[in-house]
């Protein structure tokens, strides 16, 4: 099956193919980032996460849900070769929570996108840090964004890393080469994340949705809306009812009709909200 360009298209609230330019491909991915979240509902509940084009396609289409990198990403590299883009898939070693020198696996899909003989860096799927507009893959300066600011760095093997600064800080997001993944090697790394003992994935609720002047995001129990020169409005989701109206309201999502969610959304809750040891 093909992705469905017409729906896609209705979905990112777009009347006409974008041209295959640069400023086309950024109002493909600052529509996605604003309307198809980063949600994990499908690790919440320790389900395996099914990344064919098929099943991705549905849920962002039609079941009116977002994903994650595999999905968010594999779903819109389907969409810009069918609109006709020159797109490769590339993963990523994600590198937020590990410690200097640490391997860690490759977990992460991100896409690059050639435009007239330039290399882009384009990422729809990487949750509160996600970038908004497509990133020079070849430029060592600081990038600007509606949102953070970016910096792509050449390591001494080969390897480029994607840093983005919060906070008054630089923060490592991940680490690639320029080598595209077999699709094996995207269904292996899935099945990791979502299915893996160690993968911080299973049994938790993580969303991120991010519009022109706003990024909202839900983790550890709760609920942030950050904008640009405003301190963080923070605060703790206090219920299962809480919880799920912030994600009809503040992410656009249509909550699956399944019994074991309000269970799983209370667990949740209440890890996320007991004291550390």
Sequence with gaps: MSIDVPRYLQR?????????????????????????PFETLTSLLRDAVAIDLDSVQHKLLHAQRGGYCFELNGAFLALLHALGFDAQPLSARVLLSATDGELTARTHLLLRVRLQDEDWL???????????VPLR????????????????????????????????????????????PAPIDNEVGNWYVCTHPQSSFPGQLRASLTGPDWRRT??????TEYRPGQVPAKR??????????????????????????????????????????
């Design 236 to 277: 703790p989701l206090r219920d299962v009812q809480d919880v799920r109206e912030v994600l009809q309201q503040g992410f656009g999502m249509r909550l699956p009709d399944d019994p074991r969610l309000d269970p799983a959304i209370a667990d949740w809750l209440q890890r996320s909200q007991a004291p550390s040891a």
């Design 12 to 36: 990112l609230q777009l009347d006409a193919r974008p041209p295959l330019t640069l400023a086309g491909l950024t109002l493909l991915q600052q529509h996605h980032n604003a309307l198809l």
């Design 218 to 223: 839900i983790g550890s129990g709760n609920y």
């Design 137 to 180: 893959l070849h430029e060592t300066a600081v990038q600007d964004t509606p949102h953070e600011r970016y910096r792509v760095q050449r390591l001494d093997d080969g390897d480029f890393m994607l840093a983005a600064e919060a906070a008054d800080d630089w923060r490592a997001l991940y680490r690639f080469d320029l080598q595209p």
């Design 122 to 132: 384009v990422d729809t799927g990487f949750g509160s840090l996600t970038p908004t």
